[in-house]
């Protein structure tokens, strides 16, 4: 088996660079809506979405 040249690793590393700056993108936009929804979790907030009998927010099965 030949040994991969470097002009074969540069272009390697390129195309995977390539197919993970979207994901990366992605998640950095995920985190930022994140922040920006500011999610509170004191107890007083918890309360009050209960007694709104608003939705959970996520749906968790096991």
Sequence with gaps: MQA????GQDRASGCIEGKL?????DQEKADKTRSKEGTDWTIESIDKRLDKGEEPVAEFSR
Aim: hydrophobic share 55%; aromatic share 0%.
């Design 21 to 25: 700056d979207p994901i990366v993108a």
């Design 4 to 7: 991969m040249n470097d002009a």
